[in-house]
């Protein structure tokens, strides 16, 4: 199995990789903000910005016989959040709920944003190398741990997280349910570097 850097090829499935790791997040987040563009309209002027640190060239795809498998997104912490710009356009209640996730940040760390394995790859430890990864470039810029947020009810991958030395640090209801999408625990856990078991 490869692991490569995305390309402009690969814009529309790192899209749904941010979306489908979101599991409503996004949607909650952007839907109706300018009623003429969609989620993934907004989401694509992210992937496509240069500046940005959600570019599709950020991504890292595991790849084989010309079949993505899974991505992984990774970025500094104090990079997760929003642009100025997309702040001035959300609604403050919907920053207000969703602020939990973005101040819940372990300052230095290197934030794995998205991580999607797809259903018939799962088990194959594509998890595992993409994650090995992109561990490896958080040393090579000289952090020493890794970070994420997770659904306290995405069992799968707690049990991964955990297995590779990840544990919890917060915890907080991350209620989006007033916009028809989940209400669960979302879990920030953190793993010192190097990961067990890569």
Request: proline letters at 2%.
């Amino acid at each position: 199995m490869e692991l490569r850097f995305g390309t402009a090829d690969d814009v529309d499935k790192v899209i749904d990789y941010i979306l489908e790791a979101g599991a409503g997040t996004f949607e909650f987040l952007l839907t109706g903000i300018i009623i003429t563009l969609s989620t993934r309209d907004l989401l694509r002027f992210s992937v496509t910005d240069e500046g940005s640190p959600y570019h599709f060239s950020n991504a890292v795809l595991a790849e084989e016989d010309g079949v993505v498998h899974g991505m992984i997104l990774s970025l500094p912490s104090e990079d997760l959040g929003m642009s100025g710009i997309v702040k001035k356009m959300i609604p403050k209640d919907r920053q207000q709920i969703l602020s939990k996730l973005t101040d819940s940040v372990d300052a230095g760390s290197w934030y794995i944003n998205t991580l999607v394995v797809e259903k018939a790859a799962q088990g194959l430890g594509v998890g595992r190398k993409l994650l090995a990864f992109s561990a490896n470039i958080a040393s090579r810029l000289d952090r020493d741990a890794l970070t994420l947020h997770v659904w306290s009810n995405n069992e799968q991958a707690m049990n991964l997280y955990q297995s590779l030395g990840f544990k919890e640090i917060d915890r907080f209801q991350l209620d989006l349910s007033r916009r028809g999408y989940q209400c669960s625990d979302m879990v920030l856990m953190r793993a010192k570097l190097p990961l067990h078991a890569i």
